[in-house]
């Protein structure tokens, strides 16, 4: 079987930390921008083979770097109904690209950091491990069992998207839970830290978004 390749979609986001973001890029890794995210691969040194979105947010000379570095531009209309991301998601899945990380797609406005999460609970993205990341936070949903990769003391919250979360069960967490339901509307789950470099979540129903911020970084 064919090996699938990995992903990075770069967004026009708040990146906090530039060389944590840059430590996530493999050398086998498929970059991809949505819109502006080209700037943000540009300033790390690296170059996008697609850009996807109405390019309103670059500027002629960086376009002008994009084509003679071979990048190749998905162009759409201004007046669309989908964000740039949504997308370049849309592209990347339809290529059968997994895992997919969307990077920079955190912080700053509000709404289009709940809009970017939203994209992650589409049924396309179900069993594709599409996450967001910048390299100091990530955030992923699961509807069954989840691993979480990082170093004692990283903060560790659980959500519920939308509905109640059944039987949710963790491992390597300051403070465990042993098959309990977390309400959408309370914040029990919120700010657990990890107790070694390696957690695990396990949910028997719903959707649970699961968020580590790593510390030290």
């Known amino acids: 079987m064919k090996a699938l390749k990995r ?3 770069f967004v026009n986001g708040s990146l906090p930390n530039p060389q944590a973001a840059r430590r996530l890029v493999q050398p086998a890794d498929v970059l991809l921008a949505a819109d502006g995210g080209a700037r943000r691969l540009l300033a790390l040194g690296l170059v996008p083979a697609v850009v996807i979105g109405d390019l309103d947010s670059l500027d002629e000379v960086e376009r002008q770097k994009l084509e003679a570095a071979g990048t190749v531009f998905q162009v759409h209309p201004r007046a669309k109904d989908e ?3 949504e997308l370049a998601l849309a592209y990347a899945l339809g290529q059968g690209y997994a895992p997919i990380l969307i990077v920079a797609a955190l912080g ?3 709404d289009q950091t709940l809009a970017n999460l939203s994209l992650l609970s589409a049924p396309a993205c179900d069993g594709r491990e599409v996450r967001l990341e910048d390299g100091q936070v990530e955030a ?3 509807q069954g069992r989840a691993v979480i990769h990082g170093a004692p003391g990283d903060v560790v919250s659980l959500i519920p998207w939308g509905a109640p979360v059944e039987g949710v069960k963790t491992q390597g967490l300051r403070w465990a839970l042993h098959g309990e339901r977390l309400l959408a509307h309370a914040t029990r ?3 657990n830290e990890m107790r070694a470099g390696r957690a695990r979540v396990e949910i028997s129903g ?6 580590h911020t790593r510390q030290g970084i």
């Open 189 to 191: 789950g919120i700010s």
């Open 7 to 9: 992903a990075l979609i």
């Open 108 to 110: 700053g406005r509000l």
């Open 206 to 211: 719903g959707r649970l978004l699961i968020v």
């Open 83 to 85: 964000t740039d991301l």
């Open 140 to 142: 992923f949903f699961t």
